[in-house]
């Protein structure tokens, strides 16, 4: 692994690095750096001539463990229903 930043149009070149076989796949190194913490999830497009472009995946806030264990319900009880129209009908 060889590291050296430099600056393109496209981004930070970071460095030369060499594939390793790892299990029933291949992995490339990502340095701390770039910035990337472990567990974020990317998308891979291998473009036409050959090279890699990892793209990061938005994360939808409600499709996560957090927000299906979290009380809402005790949030709304605590601060209250904020609301511009009182509050009617028979649902009440």
Known sequence: MTTKTTT???????GKF?????E???????PAETGIKPG????????????LLYEPRHVNFW???DAEKHN?????DKIGNFSEEPRVGKEL
């Open 8 to 14: 393109n149009k496209q981004g930070r070149v970071i």
């Open 18 to 22: 060499i594939t390793r076989k790892s």
């Open 24 to 30: 029933y796949s291949v992995s490339l190194t990502v």
């Open 40 to 51: 974020q999830e990317y998308a891979l497009r291998v473009q036409d001539d050959g090279s």
């Open 63 to 65: 499709h996560t463990p």
């Open 72 to 76: 809402f319900r005790a949030d709304l």
